[in-house]
């Protein structure tokens, strides 16, 4: 690495072994514990519910470190997933050197590091969502010759008791969006999470205010985001697990409350995790072509437009998901794609397309003098349904299938849909009315979301990349909420709606 990357980059592996977390070793880590006082290794892994796990070692000797870090560990894996049996239920948890990063939280000097999941035979977990994840990039790569990535806007609740908050600047509600000090409470916190994540390997763009806030008679609510930067899908998705756990890690010494629930209350913003994609060949984005969206992009969003309503059964996995996706709100209810335009499902954000836009840091400072740069590598597309009840491995599947379904349809069917399926208004504006009835919508419950998810089968298990018993799995998973016109039977009925919220309210 450049002198200047290591000296800026936050993670202190990286800083005194100087090299990037890819390159890491067993040797690497051995280093670095040995030569700065850790005491404790941490083994971290996904559970069934989303949520990270933890097992943790003392370490003896040198002898008991290497072999943790060779042989990994075995865990009970019926406890951790539900459709693992008893009678069969051990599973090999090993170490992936580049995830390595020292706990910020822990007195006792600790080195935490995410686990993958092998069968008994030493291989990949066929059933594990990161295993499903890596075939279904590597299928697009190998039938395309294009790499997905991808990066997600985490969105969050911060919740605390109204009589411990300075509510002499109070906020407006539903009006937080990069709201600043003193009208937002939680900006600290927000910052802290930020630098740890950081330290911890997460490429982080930018955090910021959110639009929902309020006040009830006791609790005082805020909600924030932190975005990450476009990366492997593989990076992307163990950087937001770590992320959510440092949240919660972080809110818990706060004394307050961090939840990820996609619907806090009807009537106020929910928490989505939009998701941000790019596509590369040979390391370079092929996102722009002549300063335009390329037909690629094109392809690519028309194939998981064509597939949005299944994408819903790994990206929206509770009821309260769909108390979410309503129409006039910001989080999509029609399968559509626009310029810009935040009422469709996905969203072609300014993306620096053209050299002209190169041009806009001089206007602004008169006296810059270097030559200018094309930004057109930021160019993305926004996917703005999934919530943070995902499975963020399997979403991240689900993507590179629609992406490899749009690329494997002809050329010309794929760009008419595309063409057909672009808006350039507010659909939900009464004058827009008939451009509205011409969309097809998302699904409004589990149980309709598992319906298009056993419609669109084939998509998902061609060249084994889903198992058809995964399909199964996750269609049972969801018809079993029962919540089919869930939305219409709960109208009005508020106390119910609490119920429903509370108990999903810690999700994933």
């Not at 539903?174 to 709201?179: F, I, L, N």
Request: with cysteine; proline share 3%; hydrophobic share 35%.
């Amino acid at each position: 690495m450049k002198p200047s990357s290591v000296e800026l980059n936050p993670n202190k592996l990286v800083q005194y072994l100087n090299k990037p977390a890819s390159e890491f070793t067993k040797d690497d880590i051995m280093k670095f514990i040995r030569e700065n006082g850790i005491k404790m290794l941490t083994f971290r892994y996904i559970g069934g519910d989303g949520r990270l796990k933890a097992l943790a070692f003392v370490i003896r000797d040198e002898e008991h470190l290497d072999n943790l870090l060779s042989a990994g560990e075995r865990v009970d894996g019926s406890s951790i997933f539900t459709y693992i049996e008893a009678d069969s239920s051990d599973l090999y948890v090993l170490p992936k050197y580049r995830t390595a990063f020292v706990n910020p939280f822990e007195e006792i000097p600790t080195l935490d590091i995410l686990c993958s999941y092998f069968d008994k035979d030493g291989t990949p977990l066929k059933s594990a969502s990161e295993t499903v994840m890596k075939k279904a990039g590597q299928t697009l790569l190998e039938k395309t010759g294009l790499e997905l990535q991808a990066m997600g806007e985490l969105e969050y609740y911060i919740i605390a008791k109204k009589d411990e908050v300075n509510m002499d600047f109070p906020a407006v509600d539903q009006k937080g969006y990069h709201e600043s000090n003193p009208f937002t409470k939680y900006d600290q916190l927000r910052k802290e999470a930020m630098v740890y994540i950081s330290e911890a390997g997460g490429k982080i763009k930018y955090g910021h205010s959110e639009v929902g806030n309020y006040s009830d008679d006791k609790y005082y609510y805020e909600q924030n985001e932190i975005e990450f930067e476009t990366d492997t899908l593989e990076n992307t998705a163990d950087r937001l697990l770590i992320a959510k756990w440092m949240l919660r890690m972080l809110a818990d010494q706060y004394g307050v409350v961090v939840s990820f629930a996609p619907k806090i209350t009807v009537g106020k913003a929910g928490s989505g995790i939009h998701i941000h994609q790019k596509l590369l060949k040979d390391g370079k984005s092929v996102m722009v072509e002549n300063d335009k969206l390329s037909d690629t992009a094109k392809r690519a969003m028309a194939g998981e437009l064509d597939i949005a309503a299944a994408i819903t059964a790994f990206g929206n996995r509770i009821p309260t998901s769909y108390l979410r996706l309503v129409p006039h709100q910001e989080a999509p209810t029609n399968i559509c794609w626009g310029d810009r335009n935040r009422s469709a499902l996905i969203r072609v954000p300014l993306g620096w397309f053209t050299d002209d836009a190169s041009k806009m840091i001089s206007i602004a400072n008169p006296n810059y003098c270097e030559d200018l740069k094309s930004h057109s590598y930021k160019a993305t597309y926004e996917y703005r349904a999934c919530d943070p009840s995902l499975d963020i491995y399997l979403v991240f599947a689900a993507f590179a299938v629609g992406v490899r379904h749009g690329l494997e349809m002809k050329e010309k069917v794929a760009l008419a849909l595309a063409d057909k399926l672009y808006i350039d208004v507010n659909i939900f504006k009464d004058e827009h009315a008939d451009r509205l009835a011409q969309l097809d919508h998302l699904p409004a419950s589990c149980y309709e979301s598992a319906q298009a998810l056993k419609k669109y089968k084939d998509v998902f298990t061609m060249y084994d990349v889903f198992s058809e018993g995964l399909i199964n799995d996750t269609v049972k998973y969801l018809e079993a909420f029962d919540d089919y016109q869930l939305s219409e039977r709960l109208y009005g009925k508020n106390d119910e709606i609490r119920a429903l919220v509370d108990k999903y309210f810690h999700i994933g």
